[in-house]
């Protein structure tokens, strides 16, 4: 797969910060392809409930002639989960999670990673653009 050193830093990028719960990688099996070096247990015991049902809302989008949905995010009492469609083929998933307050703190840095991450995956010719 992609060299697993850039996938560490870019995921790094978005993980080793206070207030975020981390970052992982998703194929569209649900299948983890990479995660952040700080990347906490329950988030990746939640994560793919969520991945779930967006794979279901990116169904229905794609049958109703809207194309790929981008991101979805969602907010609880405290927390926010995040899930970027890392490419054109919707292969590759971004899901990030948080504090409910260091969303719009981290949101610039959340989208740089995200696009770090997919630039990666289509320079490895993982992803499409």
Not at 33 to 42: H, L, P
Not at 78 to 96: E, P, T, V, W
């Amino acid at each position: 797969m992609v060299d697993s050193h850039d996938l560490d830093t870019c995921l790094g990028y978005l993980s080793l910060v206070n207030g975020m719960d981390g970052a992982v990688v998703y194929s569209q099996e649900c299948l983890v392809v990479a995660m952040g070096e700080n990347t906490q247990e329950s988030m990746l015991i939640e994560s793919p409930y969520f991945l779930d049902r967006y794979l279901a809302n990116l169904r229905q989008f794609k049958d109703l002639g809207f194309g790929a949905l981008e991101s979805q995010i969602v907010f609880s009492d405290n927390k926010f989960y995040q899930i970027i469609n890392l490419d054109a083929g919707c292969r590759f998933f971004l899901m990030i999670a948080g504090t409910k307050g260091s969303y719009e703190l981290f949101k610039l840095r959340i989208e740089r990673g995200a696009q770090a991450v997919a630039q990666l995956l289509q320079a490895k010719g993982y992803a499409k653009g």
